[in-house]
């Protein structure tokens, strides 16, 4: 039986291979393993935007956020979803985290 990382390597695989549908599947069973892996979330998020399921995406990417806060790229990435569904205030909200999180290091 497939780890949540060899689920999470396959689904980005498949990502990278513009396979959207597939590698959400086997992103969300890294999830199911570990339902605290954050990494996995945000790459949900990404797949959904590729796939246009923007409002899904925002949830994802808020889940690896509530995770970890403190991960500027979560914020960056949300930030982007934002932008993309029209929301500047929101998106421009976003991107002001990712930057204090930046300056924080």
Do not use: C
């Not at 899904?56 to 956020?65: G, L, N, Q």
Request: without cysteine.
């Amino acid at each position: 039986m497939p780890t949540k990382d060899e689920h999470f390597g396959t689904g980005l695989g498949l990502y990278g291979h513009d396979r959207y549908e597939e590698a959400l599947l086997e992103l969300q069973k890294a999830v199911g393993a570990d339902p605290q892996f954050a990494d996995a979330h945000l790459a949900i998020g990404h797949t959904l935007h590729k796939l246009k399921r923007l409002p899904e995406a925002v949830e994802a990417i808020k889940r690896a956020i509530a995770i970890n806060p403190q991960e500027l790229l979560y914020h960056t990435s949300l930030s982007t979803v934002y932008r993309d569904l029209g929301m500047i205030p929101e998106a421009e909200e976003e991107m002001a985290i990712s930057h204090q999180l930046q300056r924080g290091w």
